[in-house]
Structures are given as C-alpha cells and as structure tokens.
C-alpha cells in the first residue's frame, strides 16, 4: 500500500521536501511503511511561520465573504472526494472506514462550510456615547499555529484552519508524526478552493517542531490538541512571548446513568463514549457511573452487545473495531488494563487483546481511586462505578481535574438539567453522548483546557477586538 504524498511538507502554496529527519509513517493494521517522510528542518519552521505572516495581511484585507466562498468551495471539494480521503485517512490511523467515511472528513467539512457561512457576520459593534460614539473591529490576530493529536488528524486540521483562516488569519499547522498524511490534503484542498499560497502550511515534525514553532516570533497564536502534559509545556512556552492558546487537552469524563434511563439508549451511548475508534477520543466518557437499581441489567446487556463486535481489517467496510494507532500505544493501554487488574478490578469483558488490537474492555468492581479511574487511558476501556444517590454520584463525578466532558441519563427532567448545572465540565450530554456538531461549542474547564471550538464561539478565540472612540466635538484640555 503506497500513500506517498508528492513532498512532506507544504509551504507558500506548494509541496516542500523536509530536511529533517525521517518519519516513516506505517498502517496501524499491518505495521507496513505506506509512506516515508521528513521532518521539517527548524530553519524550514520557521521560513513557513515567515510566509505565513507575509502572506495574512492581503488575506486579511479580503471581504470576508469572499475568504468565506473559499471555505465553502473546500467544503465541497471534500464532499467529492470523501470516499478517497477517508481511505487515506483510514490508512494514516487504523481507525475503520465505516467511522471514517462519516466522522471524520465530513466533519471537516461541515467546519469548513458553517465558518464560510459565519464570514458574513463577523461584525463589530457600534457604541452610542451620546454625541460622540465608539465602535469596535473584530480584527485577525495574524500567524496561528495549529498542533494537532492522532486520532481525528484530518478533522482537527479543519477544526483550527476554518475559524482561523475566515477571521483572516494565516496558519501553520502540525499534524501529530503518527498521522501526517491528511493535513496535506487539505493545504492541497484549499489551494484548489482558491486560498492565496502561504496562507495555509505544513510543516510535519516530532515535539521539537511543535516546540519551535510555539516560540517563533511570527505567531501569534497557538492551538494545541493534545494530551495535559504537552498543553502545559505548550501554554508555557507561549506565554512568554504574550501568545493566544487554544487548549484542547485530555479527559476523564463522566457518565452518569441513573436508574429511570431508558436502558438500550444508555449502553448504546456507553458503547459510543469508549469504543468508537477504538476509544481514542478526548471527550470519552469512560467513569460510568451505574445507579444501584440499573447497574446489574446494564452490564448483563453490555457485554452481551460488546460480544457482537467485529475487529479486522478497518478497509473492510464490515468492520466496527480498529486497531490502536501505534504498538507503543497499544501497550501503554495493555500496561493501564493490567494496573487496573492488579489493583483489584475484575474485567467484565475485553483485556489486553493482542498486537495492535485491544477489544473493547470494560472494568466492573473499581474503585475512585484506582490508576483506571483516574487517569485517561486513550484506549478501549471503560471503567464503571456504583452508586446510590444524586449528591454522591456528582461529588464523585467532580472529583478529578479534568473538565472537558459529561453525560447523564435519566427520564426525570428537572434530575437532568440539575445534575449538568453541577457537573465540572465544559462539554455535556442529556440522554446522549459524543455528539460534537459544528454549531455546539466544544472545548473543555479545569486541566482539559481553555477557549472553545466549533460554533461562533470559536471566532473569539480567533480574533482580537480593536475599540475605535470617534470624537464628534471639539476637545476640551484643562490648560
Ligand atoms: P500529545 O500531547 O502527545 O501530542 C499532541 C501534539 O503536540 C502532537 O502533534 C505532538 O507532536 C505535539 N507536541 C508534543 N510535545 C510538544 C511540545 N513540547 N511543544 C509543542 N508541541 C508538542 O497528544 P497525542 O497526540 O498523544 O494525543 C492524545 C491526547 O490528545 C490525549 O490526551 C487526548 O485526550 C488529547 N485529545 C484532546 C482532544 C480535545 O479536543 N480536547 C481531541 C483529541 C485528543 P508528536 O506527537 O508528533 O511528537
């Protein structure tokens, strides 16, 4: 299988070899090299980051509807060629082509398409003063870098890009080395669509590149994906040169199922909040939280509809169940099932599967403080917990410092809405689960993050305002 991109990197509107060093990038299913890539050079950094802030200001300088036709054109163009790019996609992570045919392009797509739509709103406000008034620019804020996590590598480019490009901004964007492939894609894409070259680049790189870029004098901006330790080090570094951040880190999220839920709806959605590909996603809900008087029939119907799953080659269209992005990944995940084992859970279905795979797995008789319950495992595995009663199951909920997602279910509406009002997270779910559509903002409180995207809200995080006092009469000095 060859998926060799035409150079490794994408730089003032073409491709650009990398001078760095090699990064071989392999199917997570076979193991085998599908393309070999170089790293961007730290000069090659930073020429992208100086084409990029050469290129924004006549971007910016665009009608935005005219910056919004762009956005739309690239939606489309996506939409033509999905069933192409999901394969690669699908190549770059291992995840199963029945997911990424529907989730993962589309989903960049629909970004793309609601922040063209956005450009012609993006309007300041006018401030009556009496004779005088004020009115204030929603301005760009000129380079923003994008770095970007493994799992939704082609949706995380569009998550970023659109906002920031239909605010007028430039952007130089790292894929995470696991899956670099899809982000060239979209550079090829949005130059097709009719964006001016350098305003959207690639560079493609470990941590050290992601580094380089957070400190380079031309960016403004960083929007990170990623896991808590490297946001941390990333709002750090940007910090010293007065940076905007984007945090878009790692979870523990709960998922609460009280005892009037409607049963088929909540495995359903627990089937969703874990293992859909293959549990790698941020806003899992992977602390079940089982009232007393639901637990036992839920985990009777749990595992038996997790039996039925079918693993396999994730290009067979059959296929529910992928492999794990990396072997190293994968045995992080064996090394976290085998904690919780050790520490006392029991293992109502799944285990350390074998090679790239982990089955769905799921930990009955755990406990709040084990390693499984506190910590983000990144993998296929739920951990579900007992309880008794509102207070206790949302005290027990809150106790952790991530904050990027929850759910409850229950048919008792006043219960809902009084349990996500005190619940600790910054994305949440009634009687559902991981549905992120483009028009809800998403984004995550405590160590899961800060600034929002999706929505309108997204373009606050992409804009700074400009305050503009218009004098309409003579000015009045006190000497
Ligand atoms: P990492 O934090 O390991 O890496 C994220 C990105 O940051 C990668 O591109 C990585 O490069 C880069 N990077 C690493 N070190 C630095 C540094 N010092 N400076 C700048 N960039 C750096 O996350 P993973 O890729 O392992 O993704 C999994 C994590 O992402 C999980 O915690 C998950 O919850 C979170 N995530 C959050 C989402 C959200 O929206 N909230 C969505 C998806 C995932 P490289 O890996 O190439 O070395």
Redesign the pocket.
């Known amino acids: 299988m060859n998926a060799q991109p035409a150079a490794s990197l994408f730089i003032n509107g073409r491709p650009v070899e990398g001078e760095g060093d090699a990064l071989s990038v392999r199917y997570p299913f076979t193991g085998e090299e599908i393309a070999a890539l170089r790293e961007a050079s730290l000069e090659q950094v930073a020429l992208a980051c100086q084409v990029a802030a050469d290129a924004q200001p006549e971007w910016a300088a665009m009608a935005p509807v005219d910056r919004g036709r762009v956005l739309t054109r690239a939606a489309a163009i996506i939409r033509e060629r999905n069933e192409e790019l999901s394969r690669l996609e699908t190549l770059d992570t291992g995840k199963p082509i029945q997911e990424t045919l529907i989730a993962d392009w589309e989903s960049g797509a629909q970004a793309l398409e609601f922040f063209g739509g956005l450009a012609a709103t993006l309007t300041g406000q006018m401030i009556p003063l009496g004779q005088d008034w004020a009115y204030t620019r929603r301005e760009a804020l000129g380079v923003c870098a994008g770095?970007?996590?493994?799992?939704?590598p082609s949706q995380?480019a569009c998550?970023k890009a659109a906002p920031a490009l239909v605010m007028g901004n430039a952007m130089v964007f790292?894929?995470?080395?696991?899956?670099?492939l899809g982000a060239l894609k979209l550079a090829e894409i949005l130059i097709e669509a009719g964006l001016p070259a350098g305003v959207f680049n690639v560079v493609?790189?470990?941590?050290?590149?992601?580094?380089?870029?957070?400190t380079d004098a031309n960016v403004d901006k960083?929007s990170?994906?990623?896991?808590?330790?490297?946001?941390r080090?990333?709002y750090a570094?940007a910090a010293e040169g007065m940076r905007h951040v984007t945090?878009?880190?790692?979870?523990k999220s709960p998922l609460i199922v009280f005892d009037d839920a409607n049963l088929e709806n909540a495995v359903s959605a627990a089937i969703n909040a874990n293992f859909y590909s293959s549990g790698?996603?941020?806003?899992?809900g992977t602390r079940v939280f089982l009232q007393e008087g639901i637990r036992e029939r839920f985990l009777d119907r749990l595992a038996e509809r997790v039996r039925n799953v079918r693993m396999g080659d994730p290009l067979d269209p059959e296929t529910q169940h992928g492999p794990i992005v990396s072997p190293i990944?994968a045995d992080k995940i064996r090394a976290a099932i085998q904690a919780g084992q050790e520490a006392g859970a029991s293992l109502l279905c799944g285990g350390g599967g074998e090679g790239a795979f982990i089955p769905p797995t799921v930990f009955v008789d755990a406990t709040d403080d084990m390693s499984i319950t506190r910590d983000?495992i990144?993998g296929p595995v739920m951990t579900t917990l007992a309880f008794y009663d509102e207070d206790e199951v949302v005290r027990r909920a809150n106790d952790t410092g991530f904050g990027?997602a929850a759910g409850v279910f229950t048919q008792d509406l006043t219960r809902a809405h009084r349990v996500i009002s005190r619940l600790q997270a910054g994305t949440c779910w009634i009687n559902t689960y991981n549905l992120t559509p483009v028009e809800m903002p998403?984004?995550?409180v405590k160590m899961?993050?800060l600034g929002r995207?999706n929505s309108a809200a997204a373009i606050e995080h992409y804009s700074q305002l400009k305050s503009v006092y218009v004098g309409m009469g003579d000015v009045e000095a006190p000497y």
Do not use: D
């Open positions: 770095i970007g996590a493994w799992n939704y995380i998550w790292k894929p995470s080395e696991e899956t670099p493609q790189g470990r941590g050290g590149v992601g580094a380089a870029l957070t960083v990170l994906t990623g896991s808590v330790p490297t946001g080090k990333v570094a945090m878009e880190l790692g979870g790698q996603i941020c806003s899992n990944q983000e990144f990027l998403f984004g995550g899961s993050g995207e």
